[in-house]
Each structure stands twice: as C-alpha cells, then as structure tokens.
C-alpha cells in the first residue's frame, strides 16, 4: 500500500525553541495533507488541513502562528512548532490524501507518527 | 462537541472470543464510515471501512455493521487474538468536507491468552 513518511519518529528539544516535523508520501502524490495531535491514550485532534501550494487551513483553537504548515510540493508538507513549551509535547501524526483519487477515505494514508518532547 | 461517540473504552475478550465495539455519530451529513487499528507508537492504520448504502461489511475476522436510521456503526472482530490487542478507532468524514475525519475516543483491546 501507500507509504506516508515522518521524521523525525522522536524529537526532544529545549523550551523555547523551534522543531520542525516532515510528513513525506513516498510513492503517490498527495495535494491534502492532515496534521493531527494525539496526547496518550487519547484520540487524534485534528490540527489542519494543508494543501499543496495554499495557505493551510487550522481548526478552531489551534495557533496558527505557534504550529506553521507548508505544503511546498506535492509529496512534501512540514509542521513546525516554534517557541515549543512542554504542554506542546505531544505525538503529532500527518495523513496524506491521494491526489487525483476520489473522494473515498480510502485513499487516506497516515505516517508513523513523531513522538515530540519538550524539556 | 463530540461528534463521534465510541464505547467502550477499554475492553478485555479471551483469545477466540468476539470483540465488539460501538459507534455513534450525530451529523447525517457523513458517508463514510472508516475503523483503524493503532498500536502503541505507530500511526493508526485503516482496517475497514463502510458506506451507508449497505448495512454490513465483512473483511476476513473484522465486519462492521451499520445501522443508518439509529446512526450507529459497530466493530466486530471474530475469533480475537493477541495480536489484535491494540487501540481502535471509528472515524467518520462526508463526502465535500475535503476528506476530513472525526475519530471517535478510542477503544483499548486487550485479547488475553
């Protein structure tokens, strides 16, 4: 099946500093990608919705200018977290959607997940 | 506003038994009715999924039964075996709304020897 890559798996960066987390379709291209947040033993939130070459789209309550989305290609999208603080330790989790392919979930595919720890 | 609701939260079935788990949703809008499967550390990973032009699907030991006019969905996993321990996720999105999910809370499954 599809394959939707992340990295870095883990991260632990200092409070008060920027950690960037990419989110890479490896065999299809994908014009949406999804960034969610999954706290343990929680569901995944949904953070926002990236579109390859547009400005991001962000669920009510989720910064903006604190978790920066770019899509710059179609099988590349990033999400950083500036100013990290420790409440944003987290496991962040991208979806890609299939570009071309109907509107079916079944052309979603999620990556590994990125264990972030902020210290 | 919760707009899945999944139940229970944890569940625990001897190995051979029958796991079932429980959906709700409220918005009549969504058509596409997904399950995944996440184990600790991983993303979660589609398992099956449902439209509510039928009422059941089976897919090898997992089958999801779909009621449209009580707007509920299950999870029913035959003959359950350790390796199925993991989280479990219903999931529901429409169909215009640009393929975006709303997950349910999670079900931890504990199949036991």
């Known amino acids: 099946g599809a394959v939707v890559s992340q990295h870095p798996s883990r991260v632990i960066c200092k409070s008060g500093t920027s950690v960037k987390i990419e989110c890479r379709s490896l065999?299809?291209?994908?014009?949406?990608m999804f960034w969610y947040r999954q706290f343990p033993k929680q569901s995944l939130m949904l953070m926002a919705t990236s579109n390859e070459g547009s400005k991001a789209t962000y669920e009510q309550g989720v910064e903006k200018d604190k978790f920066l989305i770019n899509h710059a290609s179609l099988t590349l999208s990033t999400l950083t977290v500036t100013s990290a603080h420790p409440e944003d330790s987290s496991f962040y989790i991208c979806s890609a959607r299939q570009a071309g392919a109907t509107l079916s979930g079944n052309t979603i595919y999620f990556g590994e997940g990125s264990w972030l720890t902020v210290v | 506003q919760q707009q899945v609701k999944q139940s229970p939260q944890s569940l625990i079935v001897q190995k051979g038994g029958i796991s079932i788990i429980n959906c709700a949703y409220e918005?009549?809008?969504?058509?596409?009715f997904p399950w995944y499967q996440q184990f600790p550390g991983k993303g979660p990973a589609l398992l099956i999924a449902?439209?509510?032009?039928?009422s059941e699907k089976k897919e090898g030991r997992f089958t999801i039964s779909f009621n449209k006019s009580a707007k509920q969905f299950s999870l029913h996993i035959m003959d359950s075996q350790p390796g199925d321990s993991a989280t479990y996720f219903c999931a529901a999105s429409k169909t215009g709304g640009g393929n975006k999910l709303t997950f349910g809370t999670g079900t931890q499954l504990k199949v036991e020897l």
């Open positions: 449902i439209r509510p032009d039928v």
């Open positions: 918005n009549t809008a969504f058509d596409y």
């Open positions: 065999d299809f291209q994908a014009t949406t």
